[in-house]
């Protein structure tokens, strides 16, 4: 994925009301941005970091700028760390059709945002005669907490508990299902689930991989220009 235009460093004055930043620009200008994450950011919302913005030319939208990336040292080094939770979607779509995830290659169309469930939406659905579906919810991971290990969720979700529940019940009907969890940074070599923040997240994971869910988990390389879904990584549940 390649960013529209080039993005603007400056560095981050606060994150606030979920869906806010104030960025101070390398020129000196504090602009307010929207930030794409419901997530706590944790780690990732120290005043003072660098932050990169894109700017939007649609003269309909509230906030023209938008905070896409910032950078963190998690003890590897410093990195880049797309929080921007609008990209993963489109992200493990062009890895799918690029033949990038060999796990769910050989699909003959590719569907998003399907209505499936309980007043849900499945965020990739893949289709092909004579096979199951495979129903593919993608999930953005940018918590570290220790060198090299990415976990998920970084703040309670009683949705993404939700999901796997669907999940499961997708494969209960007979279709193939797959939790995918992509880390947009590329400083971490294992994923995992952060119990400790929400156990009931862990327990439903638990429930859904005994139903036969599927759990893969990639890295991405980023930079100002754009974002990569790399390769695959180990995920330790």
Not at 16 to 26: C, G, N, P, S, V
Not at 35 to 50: E, F, T
Not at 80 to 104: C, K
Not at 164 to 184: I, P
Request: hydrophobic share 40%; net charge negative; charged share 25%.
């Amino acid at each position: 994925m390649r960013f529209s235009s080039p993005l603007v460093r400056g560095r981050l004055v606060r994150r606030y009301k979920r869906f806010l930043a104030d960025i101070e620009l390398d020129g000196g200008e504090v602009v307010t941005a929207h930030c794409a994450n419901p997530g706590s950011m944790l780690g990732l919302k120290d005043p003072g970091i660098a932050a990169w913005l894109s700017k939007s030319d649609n003269p309909n939208r509230k906030l023209a700028w938008s905070l896409e990336i910032v950078e963190v040292d998690a003890g590897h080094g410093p990195a880049l760390v797309g929080i921007n939770t609008g990209h993963p979607n489109r992200l493990v779509e062009e890895a799918i059709a690029a033949g990038a995830v060999p796990e769910l290659e050989g699909y003959a169309s590719l569907r998003r945002e399907v209505k499936y469930g309980k007043n849900s939406r499945i965020d990739i659905l893949l289709g092909d005669d004579g096979r199951p579906d495979c129903y593919v919810e993608v999930k953005n991971v940018h918590l570290v907490r220790e060198p090299g290990l990415a976990e998920f969720p970084d703040s309670v979700t009683a949705r993404g508990a939700k999901h796997l529940d669907e999940l499961a019940e997708m494969v209960r009907q007979g279709a193939r299902a797959t939790m995918f969890y992509l880390v947009q940074r590329g400083d971490t070599e294992t994923v995992a689930i952060a119990r400790d923040i929400d156990p009931a997240y862990g327990a439903a994971l638990d429930r859904a991989r005994e139903a036969g869910v599927e759990v893969l988990a990639y890295g991405c390389a980023i930079t100002a220009e754009g974002i990569d879904v790399t390769g695959a990584l180990p995920f330790r549940g």
